[in-house]
């Protein structure tokens, strides 16, 4: 998914975006919001080519979903057009819309029926690397996601162009051909099951299910997309986990990572040779084409599992230069990681003096939250204003991804001013996170495990505001 920095809007009716009302496809002057008009987004049925294997899923049109790009301060105008079988609802991964458009059906909206639609508008004006999709039972284990970006007013990184990179985990549609993809060209075999847990224990391990493909950009290793850079050229790359199940390690071989956002919130720029995505995490990366040419591999590896996934890195003038073999793998990843002790928030959350106003102690167990599974669990109840803190403790075998709809929260780090976040990976087997945040967004709001297999399971609690006195 390339684009310059000067291109803001591709918009697609073939891909299951469209213009309703008139709009210009680049960015709006600096003098105020956008006056764009809805955009037209349909779920339906289709078919998602995997190297030459045609499979049916369902998506938007394309997988991914085609990306959404406006400004901070723009409004935000989606009409959902539903042609699945089944109820489906959007949600907005990462951005903080009023309750009402959240997309979460029987607690924000009412789902969306076949043959139904549904106007989600709201301003955001926060700029970062969000994603949608899907928020109905397992429906974003399928093709139903897509990125987007939110840019600056005013952009303080200087680079040539970027690209956005989503990391899938994919199964759907390969239920009848259950040999395709199931051995990835590096040679490991999907072979977790659901229910085990083979995991030894210093395994970093999301999950337990089989996938037989991972994919990016949707696309598998054997038919990887590939990503040009001119020499002396600087990327920056938007890394998206949409997984339901897989954590990713994700290096460039040959090139060093220089992490300036987390999660789309900005932070004090550290050099790194991996980074590690829980589902739901996304980091923007700068890679400068240092190398004289050639053709470089991105690696995708899932953690605690066997399988693979990639993309290439091609220097312009290198078109005759052999891609390196499917399974090669970086050296980067097994060089420094990206963590959450390493950033530093470029612009921490107002927090006040003092102590949080209420303070949530919550032990994560399996695939219960403080002990209590959803629907049979207690709201975790604050007021409009609150200064609130969260922490974590993981007694399980997994390492689980916790996502807050709704707010951005800041990680409590050494440094005081660890990175602002809306997914935060709390490490297995007494791994230890505490985040704050400000309740300034009255509502009903998700908190739950982004591996969907663990939210399906009860893994999901629920941040309710306190009706005003």
Known sequence: MPATRRQFLGLTAAAGLSLLTGCSGRGPSAAGPSTAGALRLTAAPMRVDLAGHAVPTWGYGTVPGPEIRLRAGETLRVQLANELPEDTTVHWHGLTPPNGMDGVPGITQDPVAPGEGFSYEFETPVAGSFMYHAHVGMQLDRGLYGPLVVEPRTEELAYDSEYTLMLDDWRDGLDDHAGHGAESSAGHGAEDRAGDDPDPVDAVSFGGRSYP??????????????????????????????????????????????????????????????????????????????????????????????????????????????????????????????????????????????????????????????????????????????????????????????????????????????????TVTVPSRGGEVTFDFLATNPGRWLFHCHNHHHMEDGMLRLVEYEPPA
């Open 213 to 422: 493909l991972l994919l990016v950009n949707g696309r598998p290793p054997e038919d990887a997309p590939v990503l040009t850079a001119r020499p002396g050229d600087r990327l920056r790359l938007r890394v998206m986990n949409i997984a339901a199940d897989t954590g990713f390690r994700f290096a460039v071989a040959g090139h060093r990572l220089t992490v300036t956002h987390a999660d789309g919130m900005p932070v004090e720029p550290v050099t790194v040779d991996a980074l590690r995505l829980g589902m739901g995490e996304r980091y923007d990366v700068l890679v400068d084409a240092a190398q004289p040419g050639g053709v470089w591999q991105v690696g995708v590896q899932p953690e605690g599992r066997g399988g693979w996934g990639r993309a290439l890195l091609r220097y312009t003038g290198s078109e005759a230069s052999t891609a390196p073999a499917v399974a090669e793998r970086p050296a980067e990843l097994d060089g420094r990681l990206v963590s959450y002790e390493q950033l530093v928030a470029r612009e921490p959350l107002p927090l006040p003096a003092g102590a949080p106003d209420r303070s949530y102690d919550l032990t994560l167990s399996g695939t219960q939250i403080g002990g209590q599974s959803y629907p049979d669990a207690d709201p975790l109840v604050v007021s409009d204003g609150d200064w609130v803190r969260f922490t974590m403790r993981n007694t399980s075998a997994k390492w689980h991804p916790m996502h807050l709809h709704g707010h951005h929260f800041q990680v409590l780090t050494a440094s005081g001013r660890g990175p602002v976040k809306d």
